[in-house]
Structures are given as structure tokens and as C-alpha cells.
RNA sequence: GGGUGAUUAGCUCAGUGGUAGAGCGCUUCGUUCACAUCGAAGAUGUCGGGAGUUCGAAUCUCUCAUCACCCA
């Protein structure tokens, strides 16, 4: 049956990958050569709500690339799938989506019915990203498919907390952290995006105590005073007037003398009447403002750092949503007037932050103290996720003390253990990593791998001390963590209640119990001694920064694990380097003392065609599975590999993915014309390298040998960009366009043996364009290897060649197809030129030839006639009147058309070409005839100069003469 | 403010010291027996500006301009 006109992706690509997953073809080692070394890739795990989008079919096909060409090459090959839990992008969709269908919310519903109803809807949607990968083609080993919160992966995120803490690797303190007020947890330094914002400076005055006042200076721009008078307040600035609340402090730089006389002295904080002093410190700018700052230490960064070195009070004055919390705040109400204080938690106690600032600012104007308003532009962090103004906020939390694991996974990328490319992305890495700050790892979500840790009461000496807070026992279990306890207690007489607050009301009544025997507490006593469970989870990055290890099924002894680790090349985006790349590599030095993988490829963000970020609310977004549907996976995988420039920019357009569709079809046309030409009757699929005696033949063995090894050099250095245009160039412009064409007149002739041998030739040439084409477009490759032979091997697991431009390359037959091409090429380009209608066949004459052309021109001559068009060739002296000219090497021809031909069209055309040469020649010549380039270029570059000035010389000649006889005749 | 990168044909981009390239688009011609999802031919560049190193610079150095991204 004859082949089908073009192929059909929406029909063969399902029943393709169905046939590959039937025969395990992507199962860790399959097709390993016996004691292949090793390939492995993990995956960077999709989040488990997630669906495929532009970047990660782009990231999966590089993946896919390098696998399927490792897995060819017989390497013992192993791809990890697998997803994320993304813990608060998964708990906002859930929470959302109980909002939607009116169920009740996570607190109504509670910690263990929440997490359940989250697992239902993993189970209902998750993973969709898995179906996807496969319509791509990606080739995982499916049935090895992890996710970060299954049994195994999890256990081992927990006893890397474990392991990490009892190295003193991780700490609990009460910290400022970036607090998002929606989600309600504390979030990393890299999940708060800067956002401009156009508001407002709010000038407040501060009165100063005890009758102290100062000078007050302003001065224009060329430093004349305009300005002095005598203030009894300063003035600080803020963007936040609502921290007002918690100052304990005003700030102004040691060296200013304006306020030196000041310091030590205090101001009255407006409202609540606290009086506060004003201190020393080189964070306040003189320069800035009136260089006085009001600090909130509780609430600023900054001012967390001045008041750590001026001893000052950290007043938190904010629940966890970010509304006021000024009743039953003991701190806050320390040191306050306290008709004041009734009045202010009368009026903001539990107001939203904006409001309160409202309601600050227009007490300030009513009551004089407001200095003034300026608009200002500046930057507001806020939540990546929740996009609400993030607040630094005081909490206990759990850290990683990254300055104690930073080192080997700086040094391992410094001395090269671990390459990152492209190169620019070592930098970048260092500079992060040598400016790291400890890593905030507790997140007051549900959905995660919750800490292991239990806490529970306080000895001193010996005895229950409710005032010495909560002791923390760290173990991967509850039973292993109460052995620490009963170690710590003495006994194991332990209740697990919910959380502090139960702990704390069950630990005071218990006290009164055991004070009431007048003696501290003994295992013999009556109450079991509460103890509560950490209810914080850890960041997700936390456990994705295990994943190389938590794939591999680690800390269980395994195959995999002792095979497969440390992995070999980890491919992602740039956007995550500090998220993941870094952690991974700090984490795996730190867990196993091993870098992770040997390579990081990091590529940027898939921006549409005009370079923009896809986003819903442009409305640009492209769907690569809408891509699919429409021109294959194959055309978007080709895509996505030609675009992969080191350091490019990922432009994805609809028009080159239709581009390599139609690349599809030409390659599957080239097979049919050899299907119609025999050249698969009867085949079974020999690997055995043809040596042919056409010179055509022997020309194109050559070819695929350069192919071949340009292919591997390429992604050898993950340049798949290269590797996709020499494969586009090779099956297109040289097999297609050459070779199946001067393939024709020797099918045409009645010479059996060359039939035969052409046939062999090409069936092993087409072989090898599917053999090195798979990698990049897996589907049509195969369908083409299982419709045009029996073979014993699917394509995935076909033999990647080895052979070599130096074995292959037949040097006559090359420089000889060489000139046919370029005799070829000169005849259609006289004849374009010229106007010679395309179908008609005319004589050539052959005027002067060397030998060289001479052997060349009989050899192929049936090859040229046919590709030229030519009907005859004669001989002669020189050409008639009338002839347009074609010089090739080492020689010249002519076309005698004298009907057709326009000599003034040929006289400007010669003349064009003759301007051309002698620019060339110009620049040939004039490098020549300077002494230092002869000198100092390296030989092989002269004398290809040389050789190329010659070549121009003589053709410059060839066309003088040409212009010549045409001047006679004209 | 700090860092990183970009600027090459109409468009999108390759090209890290030795004859300026590809794809798309454009113009002309073509139903030659694989393919019109095609073929043949053609046009288009002071490689962002300036300076330097070099026998030689799109490529290395400096500087300026514009733009993008990351971090404050």
C-alpha cells in the first residue's frame, strides 16, 4: 500500500506513544548497553494543580532531547517524572474552589477535614500535567512517578529536618519575616515582589519633652539659606503612618549637627502619649527629609536592625491579618498615657491597616501635628502569590541557617564540580549565594509536610517552670520524639493535645495540682503532661529542594539511588536559580555531602512572538497543546529546539512552528519518492554502512557523516539550536534538494548495479536522517521507521551511529559534487537571470575547461543536463554572438540564446558581477600585500587567502573577457 | 542605586578574531513523474554611536545611547 500523502499526527502520535509505553521504553535503563555508563534528569516538578504551558513544553522537550539521545547511544538512561504539592498555590485553588461550590471554609472545616478535602481534589484534577507531557512526547519513566508529599518523598523531607536540626543547621526565633496578611504565614525573601506604586510621604511632628528645641534649617539647591527658624518637635517622614503606633524611637545620623544636642533627649508620640528617644544611628540620612526617622522595630526591617543597636522596644501593634491590635496588648500599652490608650483602642483596635492610616492621618491634621503630604513613588513589597502589601511581621519561625551550608555549594560551582550555563548564571549565583540570609522555612499553611516537632513543658532544676516557655523535641515521629521526652521527663506520661493554647490552659491547671502537693512533679503524679505538635508546615521550595535524593528513594538503601546520584544535568529556568538550583545544591551537600548534578542549562522565560510574557490578562498566552492539535508535537518540539539559543530569548511563534511542520512534510515526501523508487522493498533495517561507487553516493555518505558528528557536537555543548538547524539544513538542503535529486537519473538509467547501490545508499541515508532526527520529532521518525522496514528495534531504542567525517568523507567525491552543484547552480542562475523560461531546455556550450572540470562534467553529465536543462553540449572555441556567460571553476560556459538573451541585460549583469568580484578581490588583495598579516596570520589562513584570490583572479579574467566579446558584438 | 544581558537583512534571531548567515516575509518565474505544507532565481546590511587593541573586529577592551530582566 502505497504511503499516505502526508502524515497524520492527530492520528499516529496516540497510538505511537501507546506502542512506546507498551514496550517500556522509557523504564530507567532501558536499551542500556552492558555497563553503559549513566544519564539522569529530574524532572523539575510541575505543581500538582498545574497544566502544561508554553515553558514547560519548551523545558520538557530540551529534557526529552537529551534523553532520548542518551537512551539511543545505549547510556543506562534514566528520566524522574514526578509532581510538586505547591502548598499555598494548591491551598488558595482549594479554598477557592470550596468558596465557589459554598462548602464551608478551611477553619470551619478544620485541619484533617481540610487536608482531606484537598487530597480529593489532587486525586480529581492533579496531574493533569501528566496526560500532557505525554501528548508532547516526553519520555519519563512513568512508572518511577513521584510526588513531594507521597510516603517515601515525605518521610525523607522529614528526616532531613530532623538531620539538618540536630546538626544545628536549623533554628527556631522570633524574627521579623515578610508576613502575608491574606495567606496569613510568613513567606521567603524570594517570594516579595517589588511593586512600584505611586503614594504618599506623610510628614508627622513629634514633640520634643522638657521644653528642648532646635534649628531648623532649609537650604536651595546652591546651598543659600531659605529657611531658618527655632522647632519645639521634629519632623520624621513615612509611607506607613499606621506603625506610628509602634514606634519606640526617633533616629538622626551621629554627624548631624542640627539634632547632635538632641540625642538621648525624647518626643512624645502622638495619640497614645509614649514618649520615646531620640538615638544615634547612621541609617537616617541626613540628606533625606529632615534626616529624622521615626522607628518601628517591630514593623521595618531597618528599624529592626536600629533598634537591635540602640536597645530599643519592639512593639508589635498588628494581628496576623494585618488589622490593629492594640487591646489586650500589654506591650503595646507599656509606657502609654492611659486616657490616650482608651481613646486609641476605642478607635483603631482591630481597624484594617489602610483605615487606620486614614484615620492616623486625619487625626494628625485635626490635632496640628500633620507637617504635610508628598506624593511619592516607591517601591511596596508584596505576596507573589496572594499580591496583597506584604507586612514585616514579628512571629517565631523556623529558619535554615544558610551561612552554615552556603560554602560546598559555592565552592562546588567555583571549582567546577557543578557547571551552570550559559556562564552568566555562575555570577548570579555567587552573588546571591555570597550575600545569602537565613532562610524562613515555616509556612502557617495546612497543606505540607508539617514540622516534626513537639513541644512540650520546661524543666528547671528538675521541675515543671510554666515561665520558662515551651521546650522543642525534634524526631521524624511522634513515638520517637515522646522516647526523647520520656529521656527528658523521666516518664512518658504525655497527652498530645491540639496546639498551645489547650497545652498552656491543661499545664497552669496541672501546676495548680502538683503545687497543691507542694512538691514539683513526679512520674507518680496523676496528670499526663501536655505536649502539642508544631502546627506550622515547611516552604515547598524546602522539600523540592530534596528532590534530586527524594526521587531516588533515598535515605532507604536502593538501586537507583546508588546509581543514578549525583544526577548529570538539570534543566530549568533561570527565574528559579535561587528558588531551587541554589537550595538543591546547598541541601544535597548539606543531607549527602554531594552535588547534585554536574550540569545546570538554564534558559529563559517562552515569550510570544514579540518577545511579551504571556499572561492571561493580555491575553497572549499560546497553549501548546492547541499548538499540538494544530501542526503536531513534532513541529513544536522542532520549535521549541531551534529557538533554544544559549542565553536567547525564547520567542515562540506560530508561523516557524507551521515552518517545521512543513519541514515534517518534506521529510516524509523524501520517503515517499524512495518508496516509489524501491528503495525500502524488502528492507530490514541494515545498519551496515553502504560503499557505493557513484560518486553521488559516495558524496552523500560523506555528507551524513558531517551531519552526524555536528549533531552530537551540538548537544554535546546543549547548543540544541545548532543541532537543529545542521539537521534542517542536512535533510532539507542537502538531501532533499540535492541528493534525491541527482538520485533521479541514475533510477532512470538502465544500470541495475547503480539502481541497486542507490537504493542501499539512500534507505541508509533516509535511516540515519530518522536515526539523528528522533531526539527533536519522535513521532513522525517512528512512523516512518516502522512503515519502511521490518526491523527487530523500535527507532527509540535504535543504535545512534558513531562513524565519522574522517572514515566517511570520499575527499574527490566531494570536491567533485562540489563543482556539479556549483556548475548546477550557475546554469539556474544565468537562466533566472535571463529570463530562459524554466521549463525550456536549451545548449550549452562548453567553452574553456581544466581537467578537473573536464572529469567532472563527463562523470555527472546525465545529473547536469537533467537539473540544468540543458539539451545538448558542444564544444567551442568561443562563444557567438549572443551568449550569456557562465564562469565556474576552471573554466567557462555559455548559453547561446541569442533570441532570448538581451545583451544589454547580460553586458549589466556581468558588470554587476565583475563590481562584486573586485570588491572582494579589493579586500583579498589588499590583506595579501601587507607584510604583518603574511607574518602573523597562521598559514592555513594565508594560504586559503591566497587560494582565494587566485579563484577570484581567474574568474574576474573569465568575466572581463566575457564583457569583451560582448562589447564587439554590441 | 547595584547586577546581568541585549542592540546584526522589512520581521524574528543565529553567529566570540580570518570571504556577514538562517527562517519567515518580499519580487520574478514555474501544474518537469516525492512534496504548492513545493521548486528555481532574486533584492535587501556603514553588524546601535564613538574610541582603542590587533596584520585583521559583528566578535576582545573602554565609553556613550537605547531597551529588557533580576536584586535593593
Redesign the pocket.
Known sequence: MPME??FNAAEAEPRIYAEWEKADAFAAGANAAPGAETFCIMLPPPNVTGFLHAGHAFNHTLMDILVRWHRMRGHDTLWQPGLDHAGIATQLVVERELARTQQPGRRELGREKFLEKVHEWKERSGGMIVQQDKRLGASMDWSREAFTMDGQFHDAVIRVFVDMYDKGMIYRGKRLVNWDPHFETAIS??E???VEVDGHMWRLRYQLENGETFEYVEKDEDGNETLRETRDYITVATTRPETMLGDTGVAVHPDDARYAHLIGKTVRLPLVGRSIPIVADSYADPTKGTGAVKITPAHDFNDWEVGKRAELRAINVMNPDASMWLKDNPAFAEGCDAKALANVVQMLDGVDRYEARDAIVTAARDDGWLDGIDTDRH?VPHGDRSKVAIEPYLTDQWFVDTAKIVGPALDAVRNGETKIIPE?GE??YY?WLENIEPWCISRQLWWGHRIPVWYGPTLTDGAIDADAGWTAFCAPTQDEAFAKMAEYYGHEDLKVVTDQREAEELLIAAIGEVRDEGAIRTPEAPTALPVYRDPDVLDTWFSSGLWPIGTLGWPQPNEAYEKYFPTDVLVTGQ?ILFFWVARMMMMQYAVVGQKPFHTVYLHGLVRD???V?MSKVLGNVIDPIELIEEYGADALRFANCAMA?????L?L?R??IK?Y??F???LW??F??AE?NGVFEGRTGSATIPAPQATVNKWIVGETAKVREEVDAALEAYRF??AA?AL?GFV??VV??WY??LA?PLFNSDDEAAIAETRETMAWVLDQCLILMHPIMPFITEELWGQTATRNKMLVHAEWPTYTARDLVDAGADAEMNWVIGMI?AV??V???M?V???MKVPLLQLELDDAGRNAFARNESLILRLARIDSVTEAESAPKGAATIPVTGGTFALPLADIIDVGAEKARLEKQLQKLGK?LG?LKG?LS?P??VE???EE?VE?TRE?ARDKEAEEVRLKAALERLAEVG
Open positions: 500523502k502526508t525573601d524570594l516579595v515582589e517589588q517601591a552568566s555570577k548570579v552573588h527565574d512572538e514579540k518577545g510574557k539559543a544559549l542565553g536567547g530569548t520567542k511563534s508561523d516557524n515552518g511542520r512543513n515534517g512534510t518534506k515526501n523524501a515517499r519518492f516509489m539550536n545548532d538547524s534542517y532539507w538542503g532533499c534538494d534525491l535529486e533521479k547552480e539556474r542562475s537562466r533566472g537571470e529570463n523560461p524554466a521549463g572582494e579586500g590583506r601587507n604583518k598579516f602573523s596570520a597562521p589562513v586559503e582565494l
